[in-house]
C-alpha cells in the first residue's frame, strides 16, 4: 500500500519561506491527484492545495500566490513551496490523496513565530 512521509518543516520568522516535501513509497504516484492538508491547533484538518496527475492546480483562498504545489512524478514527490509565511500559517501539515484514502501520516510541524 502507498505511504507518504511528509518533511521540510521548521520554525521560521513572519515572511520568511519553507519548502515541504512528501516522499511516496509504493507504485502508481502519478495516477494520484495528491493534497497538502494543514491541522492548526484546536481546529479541524483543512485542504491547502492540490495537484492532479498533469500538474493541475487548486489552492485554499488563503494561499494564492504564497503557496506553489508542485510534484516530480519521476521521484514520487510532491512538494509544497510556501513563501511569505505569515503566523496563522502555524500547523501541523500532512499530504495524502485528494481524497485522504491513504492513512494520515506523521506530518510536518511548521511555526511561523518571531
Known amino acids: 500500500q502507498v505511504q507518504f512521509v511528509e518533511s521540510g518543516g521548521g520554525l521560521v520568522q513572519p515572511g520568511g519561506s519553507l519548502r515541504l516535501s512528501c516522499a511516496a513509497s509504493g507504485s502508481s504516484f502519478s495516477i494520484y491527484t495528491m493534497a497538502w492538508y494543514r491541522q492548526a491547533p484546536g481546529k479541524q484538518r483543512e485542504l491547502v492545495a492540490a495537484?492532479?496527475?498533469?500538474?493541475?492546480?487548486i489552492y485554499a483562498d488563503s494561499v494564492p500566490g504564497r503557496f506553489t504545489i508542485s510534484r516530480d512524478n519521476a521521484k514520487s514527490t510532491m512538494y509544497l513551496q510556501m513563501n511569505s509565511l505569515k503566523p496563522e500559517d502555524t500547523a501541523v501539515y500532512y499530504c495524502n490523496t485528494y481524497m485522504a484514502t491513504i492513512p494520515w501520516g506523521q506530518g510536518t510541524q511548521v511555526t511561523v513565530s518571531s
Open positions: 495537484i492532479n496527475g498533469v500538474g493541475g492546480t
